[in-house]
């Protein structure tokens, strides 16, 4: 409903810049989750999101936590862990609680690996959502210690959501987008769309193997 | 986008008996089948089953969503009309007529909605209930990944689907086929000033519109989006209330019953506008952007949608700053009249300043007169002052040559008339202003161009901001219209200025506006200011914008 095969790949903002042509998750074997997803030789697009691979340059944001902190976003990107970054506003309904949901099934699926990645969900919508309000929308999905919520000013999210390509100019017309990086210096896969939690596992460990 | 038409849900003959219309309110017409419509009601907004239970959805993807989160108003909407959210992740509408109509040849007396499937196959009672539980469309193909699979028994199936049928577009009151009536609000107690302001702006902006009215042109009926050939004239109704507040309601009852309206537009109001909140709440009668300084919207709220919370952000921006600073206050004193928006502001002040330790004395002046020198010179020490005062009594402070007091002051940005605020010389460079807006400077270019239509339409500017917002209000109310096409249905009304006002960029006084499912205030924040010269209007401002 969302991606199809065919679809032309969205061209991310002027600070992205694709460094691998070909699809990531072929290399590593992980496309094809859907039966009507290419063999082999085509962008890995399924009918609910399509993988690619970029290098992201993240300008100096400043954030708030949902923990009340001021930070700044490339401190809680670059803390070592591999990341896992999305972009949702609380009174979402439709595509945001189902990416959160899937960061949450992530999360647990994890088991022990958990303390080795970072869930980063940045609010699009940041005057609406206080720390607050992020801290019971986290409660609501069950987040866990390594997975946090940011606020900030509107400037510091539209700035965050530029740094990777993500900004549509208002909140009712964002798309899902989730990027992972395995560790600082790694290149981001972008994966446009929604990807289960099994999906997100098997993503994390194609990369953790060939990364 | 074929698999979108994967949604759709299909069709039952007799579905339009249920589009009576209720010409005093614009609610629902009683459900036809099944129960009282309350139940599925309940399941449809509120996520609760006739059981008392939580409504519960499962997805094939995975994930759980209970409750209030599984209700199906969360994404198909309260009016049933569904939504674009996400650039192509479709919601489609499930209001009555859109599952279950046959399909004609153009398929185009169902009005268009942004959301809806250009291929859709009806469903019937059977296959909805098999949507709903297996997630199998009409077409007999899966429907969305977003749509969540519902083990509703048989009895709550029967109820939900006789709500959907309820939800079907009728005709509103106050939409004809040539003509969109809507109303103005007036409280006895708005400034007169203002008032004449507000309503040279809108008649005249009313008249524009009109102008270009084609009344040659045939009344759309559309399969698809002709926004231009929307072409209805716009008629206003001023409601002029008067007399106690508590005899308001009853007035607009009258008014409505009298002449019909589709929404409120604009209006203005002084010390109180809660029973025209009230009563738009109760009514299901959409209330958009009035002038008011002390908006009263609950959290469930969704009719009435103001630009911001006025006097009580104000009091959180004010504490906000107290709590700032590298001196703390002890005691904080207030000074406001009885009866005016400023008492409310100081109790939110104190609800604000609740945990800090800090002493909120509150020092009331009457309605009328009073000693204001008494008032400030009170018994006890006191390091902080917040004056929610007007004009006439800023200018009394200057009459009565009152020395400023020690400690931090602030003053009612909202009350005072922002920049206009008649305080006296030695009270500015010590007093800190609440301000809502962006500053005059940052804000000039988003008002060139509406100063330049007052200008032209020989508008007289006599209160720029109550202008500003007037005009504003206006063409959000034409920007959202022809999104409508001609889906002329309240509450859509209410969603699609929710979901398309972050897109205006000019905001008028405001730096951006945004709202959502839940809000109800276009604007969330403001900066603390103070004059920068001793006379003038000149403002500099002491912080970034802060939204409290």
């Known amino acids: 409903m969302y991606l199809h095969s065919g679809l032309k790949p969205t061209r991310p903002a002027r600070l992205v810049r694709p460094v691998a042509g070909l699809c990531l998750g072929i290399a590593l074997g992980i496309c094809g989750a859907r039966a009507d997803a290419p063999a082999t030789g085509q962008p890995a697009t399924t009918d609910r999101f399509r993988v690619s691979t970029f290098a992201y340059q993240v300008p100096a944001v400043r954030l708030v936590r949902d923990d009340g902190k001021g930070v700044l976003l490339s401190d809680e990107l670059d803390d070592g862990r591999a990341v896992f970054l999305n972009f949702i506003f609380t009174s979402c309904t439709s595509v945001c609680p189902l990416s959160s949901q899937n960061f949450s099934d992530f999360e647990r699926e994890l088991g022990a690996e958990r303390a080795r990645v970072h869930l980063i969900s940045i609010s699009i919508d940041p005057e609406q959502d206080t720390p607050a309000r992020l801290r019971d929308y986290a409660r609501k999905f069950h987040a866990g210690p390594e997975w946090q919520h940011y606020t900030g000013t509107q400037a510091a999210s539209v700035a965050a959501q530029q740094a990777f390509g993500t900004f549509r100019g208002a909140k009712m017309d964002h798309t899902p987008v989730t990027l992972v990086r395995v560790a600082p210096g790694k290149p981001w896969v972008r994966v446009d769309g929604l990807m289960t939690a099994a999906e997100l596992l098997q993503l994390y460990r194609s990369l953790l193997a060939h990364g | 986008m074929k698999r979108a038409s994967l949604c759709w849900l299909a069709c039952a003959a007799g579905v339009l008996g249920a589009a009576l219309v209720c010409a005093a309110t614009g609610r629902p017409a009683p459900p036809s089948a099944a129960g009282s419509g309350k139940a599925g009601e ?370 009612s940005g909202l009350m005072g008339e922002l920049e206009q605020a008649p305080l006296p010389e030695s009270w500015r460079p010590a007093t800190r202003m609440p301000y809502l807006f962006d500053l005059p400077d940052q804000r000039r270019v988003r008002l060139d161009y509406q100063l330049g239509w007052f200008t032209a339409r020989k508008i007289k500017v006599s209160s720029l901001r109550i202008q500003s917002d007037t005009f504003l209000a206006c063409g959000l109310l034409a920007e959202t219209i022809s999104h409508m096409v001609d889906a002329f249905q309240r509450d859509y009304l209410v969603e699609r200025l929710d979901d398309n006002i972050e897109h205006r960029i000019l905001t008028g006084y405001y730096p951006r506006l945004s709202l959502g499912i839940g809000q109800n205030f276009g604007s969330k924040g403001g900066y603390l200011v103070h004059f920068s010269e001793p006379k003038g209007v000149k403002l500099a401002r002491d912080s970034e914008w802060i939204v409290p």
Request: charged share 20%.
């Open chain 2, 42 to 411: 309940a399941i449809y907004r509120k996520g609760v089953l006739p059981s008392g239970a939580p409504l519960i959805g499962e997805r094939e993807s995975g994930g759980t969503v209970e409750g209030v989160d599984a209700a199906c108003i969360r994404c198909h909407r309260r009016s049933g009309l569904g939504v674009l959210e996400g650039r192509g992740s479709s919601i489609p509408p499930i209001s009555g007529p859109y599952l279950f109509k046959p399909r004609t040849h153009d398929d185009n007396e169902l009005p268009f909605v942004e959301a809806m499937r250009a291929e859709r196959d009806p469903y019937t009672e059977e296959t909805l209930a098999r949507a709903i539980r297996e997630g199998i469309a009409a077409n007999g193909r899966p429907l969305g990944y977003l749509m969540p699979r519902f083990a509703l028994d048989d009895a709550a199936m029967a109820e939900l689907i006789a709500y959907l049928k309820v939800l079907t577009p009728r005709r509103m009151p106050g939409v004809t086929d040539t003509e969109l009536h809507f109303a103005t609000v007036i409280t006895p107690d708005a400034d007169p000033v203002k008032r004449t302001a507000m309503l040279d702006v809108l008649t005249q902006y009313f008249s524009d519109k009109n102008a270009a009215y084609r009344n040659t042109a045939p009344r759309l009926k559309s399969g698809r989006p002709v926004m231009f050939r929307v072409t209805r004239r716009w008629q206003l109704h001023v409601w002029e209330l008067s007399g106690a507040a508590d005899t308001w309601e009853a007035q607009l009852a009258a008014h409505l019953a009298k002449e019909p309206v589709f929404a409120v537009i604009s209006g203005i109001g002084g010390r109180s506008w809660a029973p025209v909140h009230r009563f738009c709440e109760r009514a299901g009668l959409p209330c958009l952007m009035p002038n008011v300084d002390l908006p009263d919207a609950a959290p469930d709220d969704f009719y009435t949608v103001y630009f911001s919370r006025g006097v009580l952000l104000e009091a959180e921006l004010i504490a906000h700053d107290l709590a700032a600073r590298s001196q703390k206050a002890q005691r904080i004193g207030l000074l406001f009249r009885v009866g005016d928006i400023g008492e409310q502001a100081a109790a939110a002040f104190s609800a604000a300043m609740g945990a800090s330790g800090a002493t909120v004395v509150s020092r009331r002046l009457p309605a009328h007169g009073g000693d204001l020198r008494g008032a400030l010179g009170g018994p006890g020490p006191v390091d902080a002052w917040v004056l929610w005062l007007r004009p006439d009594d800023l200018t009394a402070l200057a009459l009565a040559q009152l020395p400023p007091p020690a400690g931090s002051l602030y003053v």
